[in-house]
């Protein structure tokens, strides 16, 4: 009976503990606890990796040779592993003096040969994010000759062409641009693979942030780098835990379980305006919500269906009810707040316009249509009221929800009919959208150009193409707008695209939480001015 006793009331100890613990649970004052979908992460690898959590990830473990400072981002890019460049006469070569005192995690300087090791790598694996470096000229062929090491702490890129020196170095901005550890990933290299497996879940940077682990479709783990050459974060830890479903999100961070909840839906952002323990942090981003059109199908390869598939998305009515306060209605591929950026929204829900477009289409009695879709909340409910309103005019609409690996995938092997995404710019300058949404000069499959949206679609437009390489050589930044509002304006009127919404972040987050910016509309979150 005695050891009964003690067992129920050891039993009642642990059930009152954790009750306790659930009411005041609060993450240690040197810790930072994020709640995110990080599913869509597949490699940590900079010149592979180009999703939005993994951006998140690099941004704080690598440098670059220019970044943008969370303190003020309106400064653009400013000197990072790189402290001075000079261009020379005729535009096209830019040399660099790398920034003396700086290491690696490893503990290995930083140097001019890790910058040319990154970028000449980058080029040679030619994986997703690699146009961002070759559509300046660099190829597997030339890279060693464009990308030249001087001496020690010198090199430098000589582009193809004269472009804009600020629009190469937005370009070397991206997540592509990141400077690795040379000497630590070719001790890692396989079967000539430039230590691309080994990367994909190690590190090899010298930024604020080391990282300890990552989890697939879990978490991944940070610890704070006590030699960051902009001082050691104060968060020693950064967790960032996968969590799906906005109602956890909300109930972890009541809890103080997390400090940062970043999905949280507008009627969870409701919910806790009113606890003084939480805030909210709003930020427009550059994130645009779209959903396309394969051209490879033989309906949606009809403009007539395209331009009615335009009119039967309820705009709207989407902003209003369940995006409310977190998208805002935005029809062309520029965000706001970028050179060219225009306001025209042409489309808007018209069942009996859609309808009519269609019969001209040969189409009148509707086809059936599969939507793939990402496993995020906000992106299922627009696929649903995209099924609603299109069924209005008798399209029979299937939805195919996956992981944000499985539905890139497919969306990269150009094997769906209709896709809902989401696309964020890789660099602040208008060309990170125009090359992607309206340039694709070669499309065969046999391209591969799965970074570019155009291709992924299979819309070959080679005059497009030809004005978008045109704006990004236009020196006048005045003209330079003005092509791109043109090429806005046609592609809203002709590409399979209809683009939809601009993302309104808002992260809840614990009242003690300081410092927090997660980007705007050019740069993912940065965790090591963060304090509590």
């Given at each position: ?249 909300r109930l972890l961070l009541e809890k103080g379980d997390i400090d940062l909840a970043r999905n949280l839906n507008p009627q969870d952002i409701t919910g806790i305006k009113g606890n003084s323990d939480l805030s909210v942090y709003n930020d427009l981003r550059g994130r645009i ?70 019969k001209e289409a040969g189409l009148a009695d509707g086809f059936e249509l599969k939507i793939i879709v990402r496993e995020a909340q906000e992106r299922i409910e627009i696929a649903q009221s995209v099924q609603n309103t299109f069924s209005q005019a008798g399209i029979n609409v ?67 193409s030809k004005a978008t390489l045109a704006a990004v050589q236009e020196g006048d930044r005045a003209k330079r707008a003005a092509m791109y509002q043109a090429i806005q304006r046609d592609h809203q009127q002709r590409a399979p695209f209809a683009i939809m919404f601009q993302k ?29």
């Amino acid at each position: 009976m005695n050891i009964l006793r003690k067992l129920l009331f050891s039993m009642a100890a642990v059930a009152l503990f954790a009750t306790a613990h659930s009411v005041c649970a609060k993450t240690p004052d040197n810790m930072l606890v994020i709640a995110n979908r990080i599913d869509d992460i597949n490699t940590l690898d900079p010149a592979q990796s180009f999703e939005f959590a993994g951006s998140d990830l690099i941004r704080n473990v690598y440098g670059k040779l220019v970044n943008f400072d969370p303190a003020d981002l309106s400064k653009g890019y400013q000197p990072d592993l790189a402290e001075s460049w000079t261009v020379s006469e005729d535009g096209k070569t830019i040399t660099f003096k790398m920034r003396p005192g700086i290491k690696f995690h490893s503990g290995n300087p930083v140097m001019a040969k890790d910058a040319v090791f990154s970028l000449q790598r980058a080029v040679k694996l030619n994986k997703t994010p690699a146009f961002i470096l070759t559509q300046f000229g660099f190829t597997a062929d030339n890279a060693d000759k464009a990308i030249k090491l001087i001496d020690d702490m010198t090199f430098s890129i000589t582009t193809d062409k004269k472009y804009a020196t600020s629009f190469v170095l937005n370009c070397l901005t991206s997540t592509i641009g990141a400077i690795i550890d040379s000497e630590t990933v070719l001790a890692h290299v396989k079967d000539g693979d430039f230590g691309n497996d080994w990367l994909k879940t190690h590190s090899a940077g010298s930024g604020a942030y080391i990282l300890v682990n990552w989890k697939p479709n879990e978490s991944y783990t940070l610890k704070s780098n006590p030699d960051f050459y902009l001082g050691a974060p104060k968060m020693t830890k950064v967790i960032v835990r996968h969590i799906a479903e906005s109602a956890t999100q909300r109930l972890l961070l009541e809890k103080g379980d997390i400090d940062l909840a970043r999905n949280l839906n507008p009627q969870d952002i409701t919910g806790i305006k009113g606890n003084s323990d939480l805030s909210v942090y709003n930020d427009l981003r550059g994130r645009i919500m779209y959903i396309s059109m394969n051209q490879k199908d033989p309906n949606l390869a009809k403009p007539k269906v395209v331009e009615a598939l335009k009119y039967l998305i309820d705009y709207k009515g989407m902003q209003d009810s369940f995006l409310k306060g977190q998208y805002t209605i935005h029809q062309s591929f520029l965000p706001k707040t970028y050179l060219g950026e225009i306001d025209d929204t042409p489309y808007k829900f018209d069942v009996a316009k859609g309808k009519a477009l269609l019969k001209e289409a040969g189409l009148a009695d509707g086809f059936e249509l599969k939507i793939i879709v990402r496993e995020a909340q906000e992106r299922i409910e627009i696929a649903q009221s995209v099924q609603n309103t299109f069924s209005q005019a008798g399209i029979n609409v299937s939805i195919e929800v996956g992981t944000g690996k499985q539905t890139l995938a497919k969306y990269r092997a150009r094997e769906h009919q209709i896709y809902v995404g989401a696309w964020g710019p890789d660099y602040p300058d208008p060309n990170t959208n125009a090359g992607t949404f309206a340039y694709n000069p070669d499309n065969s499959d046999e391209a591969k150009a799965t970074g570019i949206l155009a291709w992924r679609n299979s819309w070959f437009i080679p005059e497009m193409s030809k004005a978008t390489l045109a704006a990004v050589q236009e020196g006048d930044r005045a003209k330079r707008a003005a092509m791109y509002q043109a090429i806005q304006r046609d592609h809203q009127q002709r590409a399979p695209f209809a683009i939809m919404f601009q993302k309104i972040e808002q992260t809840g987050q614990r009242s003690n939480v300081k410092g927090l910016n997660t980007g705007g509309a050019i740069t993912a979150v940065s965790y090591w001015p963060i304090t509590k």
